[in-house]
């Protein structure tokens, strides 16, 4: 008689053996990592502006003071993606900085086949989890690792909380159930919509709850007014929270009260671009899971991932929705998709429960493929334009516009098509038998491959807008830094008609630290904090010719009032330089801030200036402290005195040893010698809406009698004014404004205060 005995099985795995289990998800992070690493190198400079310029700007700060700031103003706290990336821009060359900030987001993001991976091993085998793994790192929304915005760090996060999630409902121990709770808490500090994660927790567990064996046994005792009381219970509980959430929250408040049609409208259009991005089966196949397969057993993990899936679709849903009806009546209707992306790995999880046992409820998948034409019908396309920042999902379509010639009604076609296919491929099991292994291997590459080519299309359209940003500038990028040798910057101008060529500049050259206009065209924010730091270096339009003069001041202090409003020390007149840029781009002029300098201060000697001025009319023209005449009519209609003679000499004498102050000018590397200046067309701006200053302002240049002399391009001029009828004679030429432009003012103030 023979007797058999069962092979045992090693109580512990080896190093070896553990590592070869782990070769082929390693290889999957690290090809996904080479193509998106080769993606980021071809992503010249940044173009999403102002989210990348802001973060950049945030990390720049917490790297150099621990502190987050912009422009030198104290911000409050955003992400702890900008923690992240702040050990990168210590690097002294910013090239460097930039491609290592750029590298670190693909590896972050890459990541998520890690946690993707162990999500899907909760319910499935080793292969169907590859798929999961390598899927959920080739969707569409990955291509946001040339950027420097949250969505990369936000998504490798989320996947990493809803498998701990996953996991402390399905060993309810108290390690997993204190990582899930802290990682749900965590999460708004990573992006703010991962709030929800601690709604999907809850809410997840109310599912297991309400599923359980003992409420299923009192379900069956109810009678029809139990089932009508709390279905009421249930109504007033909705109720009570959307209260408390609409008084908490203005965009709640107004999604949900006033444009409820709306935010469904919105609401379907982000999740048509999803299902788009991923390939319309997956969104299928994890929507049918929903419901219990005929002849499946009873499964805990498949109960606890049912419930987690459904509260993902309802949380990140709705916030989806709201986000997209506030965004629409206050500044513009988009398709926001990149908020619905966290809810990829699941749905591929569900998608590889249908590959591993290929069975799905007949009424399930004819509900998920109704859902789902109804999305592929009443999603807008967008196919009119190169890339939509918010739908990467759509990029496949809108490339294959570009390079195709795909119309939306064929898009639409297509995806019918594709929608029936999928169909029948879900379908296919039940007939082929055996076959249907070998179709599962074919329907997990055809959807990563789908994804993978979405994803190739969003990276080349958003390199093709990095590369026409990267023309607008000349390099090298960083020449203002290489010009003022890193030194405190300013850059101030009007009419800054399109900020990219500003915002550009500010991002390549760490020297400048503020930003401000005489005009509603520039953008903010400007603090007093940060501008007191300034040495006063300032990049200006090469339209803006401000008047640089000091006028010396012998008395209490021995201090130099210039005529900007700024104290300095009294150390001597500073050299001013200009860097002439290119045709359109600004030009950097260098002087020197005082410390107790301020913006605002500015601001307000402006204002009381006007006040003093208007009081000076009411009193006369032959008032001492006042002005004699409005700036529109001619001084020289005035008759003179003794008094304005000796005040004329003075101004000669004050302005001969300032002659060699103004010469030097210092340009582009790649700038032409000689150019001529650009005049100003004596429009008016409109007033200022922020709360920074209330100027409106005309653009009035004083100028010396006689024919003005030629000035190359940048050239910060600073002309010895011989009163203000040079100012009147440029002041005839422009339309009549109830306030003086700010140099006029200036101007004003200067003599008055001789």
């Not at 040798?485 to 399109?498: E, F, K, N, R, V």
Request: aromatic share 8%.
């Amino acid at each position: 008689m023979a007797v058999l005995t069962a092979r045992t099985k090693s109580a512990e795995q080896t190093l070896a053996d553990r590592l070869l289990a782990a070769v082929p998800l390693l290889s999957i992070f690290l090809w996904l990592t080479i193509v998106y690493m080769i993606q980021a190198w071809a992503h010249k400079t940044p173009w999403l502006f102002g989210d990348e310029l802001e973060l950049t700007q945030l990390s720049r700060a917490i790297a150099d003071t621990g502190h987050a700031a912009r422009r030198g103003a104290p911000y409050s706290f955003t992400t702890l993606w900008t923690y992240v990336l702040a050990p990168a821009w210590l690097i002294d060359n910013l090239h460097s900085a930039y491609a290592t900030v750029k590298y670190v987001t693909v590896i972050v993001t890459t990541a998520t086949v890690f946690p993707a991976y162990g999500l899907a091993r909760l319910l499935v085998g080793r292969r169907p989890a590859l798929f999961v793994a390598a899927a959920s790192a080739a969707i569409p929304a990955v291509a946001y690792s040339s950027m420097i915005v949250e969505e990369p760090f936000a998504y490798f996060y989320s996947t990493l909380a809803l498998f701990l999630i996953m996991r402390a409902l399905l060993t309810p121990s108290r390690w997993w159930i204190g990582g899930a709770v802290l990682a749900s808490a965590i999460a708004p500090l990573v992006r703010g919509e991962l709030g929800v994660l601690s709604a999907v927790f809850l809410l997840a567990g109310a599912f297991l709850l309400w599923r359980s064996e003992y409420l299923s046994r009192r379900r069956g005792t109810w009678s029809a007014r139990d089932w009508v009381g709390f279905s009421t219970l249930v109504v007033g509980v909705a109720v009570f929270i959307s209260a408390v959430l609409g008084h908490r929250s203005l965009e709640w408040n107004y999604a949900t009260r006033l444009y409820k049609s709306r935010m469904l409208d919105l609401g379907l259009n982000a999740a048509g671009a999803l299902t788009i991005g991923l390939g319309v089966l997956p969104v299928m196949a994890g929507l049918a899971v929903l419901w219990r397969a005929p002849g499946e057993a009873p499964r805990r993990e498949l109960r606890i991932f049912r419930s987690v899936l459904l509260a993902a679709i309802v949380c990140f849903g709705l916030y989806t929705a709201v986000k997209a009806t506030y965004v629409s009546i206050t500044f513009g209707t988009y398709t926001y998709e990149r908020n619905l992306i966290f809810l990829a790995p699941l749905l591929f999880t569900g998608t590889a429960v249908w590959l591993e046992r290929r069975r799905l409820h007949p009424v399930a998948l004819a509900l998920s493929s109704a859902f789902v034409l109804l999305l592929i019908l009443t999603t807008p396309y967008e196919m009119g334009i190169d890339l939509s920042y918010n739908a990467p999902g759509l990029a496949i379509l809108q490339q294959a516009n570009r390079y195709l010639q795909l119309d939306p009604t064929g898009a639409k076609i297509g995806l019918i098509a594709l929608l029936g296919f999928s169909i029948a491929l879900l379908l296919a099991p039940r007939v082929i038998g055996r076959a249907a292994a070998w179709l599962a291997v074919a329907v997990g590459a055809a959807v990563i491959g789908w994804n993978l080519t979405g994803e190739i299309a969003f990276a080349s359209g958003s390199n093709r807008f990095s590369d026409r940003f990267a023309d607008n500038i000349r390099t090298p990028f960083s020449w203002v830094d290489d010009v003022t040798g890193g030194s405190p910057t300013l850059y101030i101008g009007q009419q800054m008609a399109d900020q990219n060529g500003e915002w550009l500049t500010e991002f390549w050259n760490r020297s400048i630290k503020a930003v401000w206009s005489l005009d509603v065209t520039g953008p903010g924010p400007v603090s007093d904090s940060g501008s007191s730091r300034i040495r006063r270096r300032t990049l200006q339009p090469q339209s803006l010719r401000p008047l640089g003069l000091s006028l010396r001041r012998r008395g209490a202090g021995h201090r130099d009032r210039r005529e900007d409003g700024c104290d300095a020390p009294a150390q001597g007149r500073r050299r001013a330089r200009a860097v002439a840029a290119r045709e359109g781009c600004p030009a950097l002029a260098a002087t020197r801030f005082g410390r107790g300098c301020l913006f605002r201060r500015l601001d307000r000697c402006v204002q009381r200036l006007h006040a003093l001025f208007d009081a000076g009319r009411s009193r006369g023209a032959d008032s001492r402290r006042g002005l004699s005449r409005p700036l529109g009519r001619a001084e020289q209609d005035r008759p003179r005195d003794r008094g304005d003679r000796a005040n004329s000499d003075r101004r000669r004498q004050a302005a001969a040893p300032g002659e060699a102050d103004r010469g030097e000018a210092v340009q582009h590397p790649q700038q032409g010698a000689d150019s001529g200046r650009v005049e100003g067309t004596g429009t008016s701006l409109p007033r200022r809406g922020d709360d920074q200053s209330d100027i409106r302002s005309h653009r009035a240049v004083a100028r010396p009698d006689g024919p003005a002399s030629p000035g190359r391009e940048g050239e910060l001029r600073v002309p010895a004014a011989e009163g203000r009828a040079q100012v009147a004679e440029a002041h005839r030429q422009q339309q009549s404004c109830d306030r003086a432009a700010p140099f006029q003012r200036i101007e004003r103030a200067r003599h008055r205060s001789r």
